[in-house]
């Protein structure tokens, strides 16, 4: 079955860099379309970005020039680089297949 697993968060402060990861397996990684959402405290869930099998990508405004979505299709895995980070970037970050996500990664950027 599909199995996403997000790592990389952790505390940082205004200004810093963090690189997420999301491992994969039981599906055609090399086709797929994926993305990452974000669920910052007492809000909805939000698209951040997302990546398509030929490498197209696309960004919500909130982050476009800062943060960068890849793939790696021999290790199966998306990466998410995020730059000059903001506290409002404090969030669960989860990688998508679909309608699947992964168990999140706690991001949070202190002041």
């Known amino acids: 079955q599909v199995q996403l697993v997000e790592s990389g968060g952790g505390l940082v402060h205004t200004g810093d860099s963090l690189r997420l990861s999301c491992a994969t397996s039981g599906f055609d990684f090399s086709t797929s379309y994926m993305r990452w959402f974000r669920q910052r405290p007492g809000k909805e869930l939000e698209w951040v970005s997302s990546i398509s099998a030929d490498g197209i990508r696309t960004y919500t405004t909130s982050v476009k020039g800062r943060f960068d979505i890849s793939r790696d299709n021999a290790k199966n895995t998306i990466y998410l680089q995020m730059n000059d980070l903001k506290p409002e970037d404090t969030a669960v970050y989860y990688c998508?297949?679909?309608?699947?996500r992964g168990q999140g990664t706690q991001v949070t950027v202190s002041s």
């Open positions: 998508a297949k679909q309608s699947t």
